[in-house]
């Protein structure tokens, strides 16, 4: 069956420091990837959308990679900040209807 | 304007009662969805309104009840409610349901939710 595993532990680091968080799928061949950002008893936000042919997708201080052989996204933040903190879902589309198919999620702490 | 709206945020209610969450979007979107989400859990899809026609159910039970009146709203309605079903409950919309070439039209844009507490 197909899945999406991203570290259900949080990731905590020092503010100014580079956060990298991991998502890798199974039985799976997407089109694309995204990435959502959410804040407790919040909707998620869309960040990023990178396609199946696209390597690395970049935005302001966000850095998405995609590696269809390795079958696994990772998302950067560059210098974070405290007001990076919050979990971070990876969304893949789900087949024919394109509708994405959302990670559980990294919760993600910048500590200042 | 990118925003879409959900009332009411917070809603309590007991497993006899009958209640509806509303959602609206003014950005022209043509897709609508419904999705529950439980703590530490990834969103699921319950629902998934095409041009105002309902073109996914993900096998939700009969107590959950879509109505998408036109193309800005979208009505949940509720009725016989088990604890479990207390949760957080989102509304998106996307440009449409891409088939192929435009994908960005997938980009789910999310309301803030509805806390759903059923005693």
């Known amino acids: 069956s197909q899945k999406i595993e991203q570290n259900s532990e949080a990731l905590n680091i020092q503010e100014g420091k580079t956060a990298t968080l991991t998502c890798n799928y199974t039985?799976?061949?997407?089109?694309?990837l995204q990435w959502y950002r959410q804040d407790p008893g919040r909707g998620p936000v869309f960040l990023l959308l990178i396609r199946e042919n696209e390597k690395e997708k970049r935005k302001e201080r966000l850095k998405v990679t995609f590696d269809t052989t390795l079958k696994q996204s990772l998302f950067h933040i560059t210098a974070s900040q405290p007001a990076d903190s919050a979990t971070y879902l990876c969304?893949?589309?789900?087949?024919?209807?394109?509708?994405?198919?959302f990670g559980r999620g990294t919760s993600l702490i910048v500590h200042p | 304007d990118t925003e879409v709206t959900q009332t009411p945020k917070h809603l309590v209610m007991g497993m006899t009662n009958k209640k509806s969450l509303k959602c609206e979007q003014h950005m022209g979107h043509r897709a609508m969805y419904w999705y529950k989400q439980k703590a530490k859990k990834p969103p699921e899809l319950m629902f998934v309104y095409s041009y105002e026609k309902l073109s996914i159910n993900e096998s939700v039970p009969s107590r959950f009840s879509p109505e998408c009146p036109n193309s800005s709203l979208l009505n949940l309605h509720l009725h016989a409610l088990q604890p479990e079903d207390s949760a957080l409950y989102l509304c998106?919309?996307?440009?449409?349901?891409?088939?192929?070439?435009?994908?960005?039209?997938?980009?789910?844009?999310f309301g803030a939710g509805t806390r759903l507490s059923v005693l």
């Open positions: 969304a893949l589309d789900g087949g024919g209807s394109y509708i994405p198919t």
């Open positions: 998106a919309s996307s440009q449409g349901l891409a088939s192929g070439g435009i994908l960005a039209k997938n980009i789910q844009y």
């Open positions: 039985n799976y061949s997407p089109a694309y």
